[in-house]
T-cell receptor, first 108, second 115 residues
């Protein structure tokens, strides 16, 4: 069982709608949690990095939250655009454990 | 500023052959990482260089994999001999420093298919 579990596995939304992706982890010790966006055929691109003491971090229309007590994080995307279609990957350190990702498709 | 580059973009080889992947990090980045995504699985850490030294190679699967970073610039990852299960996408990433808040910049990956 992966120490970083993401849900849903895939998601389809209409352009302009909001969505929230989830990441639950059991990685210990905890250093930081990152969210990456990976377009098809490209490498992951960093969206946010949060350390233990941070519970929210924004990057434009992306807002990540972290609850270190429950070991849960979410990535909220506001006013989605077609270009948001990608895989979103949660990575937890300690020792760089990757989730399997959520595949988001934004349709017009 | 050029990003992380990887070569080749794709490689198809037969079982038992040797393949060498190359990664050129962003200039000035002392930290270089190799990762791998096997089909249907999550990305996994392979190893971490600081300059030319291996800081952490705990993710290397076995001794068929050899990573080098002579001179602390570009890095190579050699697979010899390749096996079917080595197929996947190999990513390289670099960062200026290593720490809780460091941003790693990923290359586009090398897609390796072992037949």
């Amino acid at each position: 069982k992966n120490q970083v579990e993401q849900s849903p596995q895939s998601l389809i939304i209409l352009e302009g709608k909001n969505c929230t992706l989830q990441c639950n982890y059991t990685v210990s010790p905890f250093s930081n949690l990152r969210w990456y966006k990976q377009d098809t055929g490209r490498g992951p691109v960093s969206l946010t990095i949060m350390t233990f003491s941070e519970n929210t971090k924004s990057n434009g229309r992306y807002t990540a939250t972290l609850d270190a007590d429950t070991k849960q994080s979410s990535l909220h995307i506001t006013a989605s655009q077609l270009s948001d279609s990608a895989s979103y990957i949660c990575v937890v350190s300690g020792d760089m454990r990757f989730g399997a990702g959520t595949r988001l498709t934004v349709k017009p | 500023e050029a990003g992380v580059t990887q070569f080749p973009s794709h490689s198809v080889i037969e079982k038992g052959q040797t393949v060498t992947l190359r990664c050129d990090p962003i200039s000035g980045h002392d930290n270089l990482y190799w990762y791998r995504r096997v089909m249907g699985k999550e990305i996994k850490f392979l190893l971490h260089f600081v300059k030319e030294s291996k800081q952490d190679e705990s993710g290397m699967p076995n001794n068929r994999f050899l990573a080098e970073r002579t001179g602390g610039t570009y890095s190579t990852l050699k697979v010899q001999p390749a096996e079917l299960e080595d197929s996947g996408v190999y990513f390289c990433a670099s960062s200026y420093y290593s720490g809780a808040g460091e941003t790693q910049y990923f290359g586009p990956g090398t897609r390796l298919l072992v037949l």
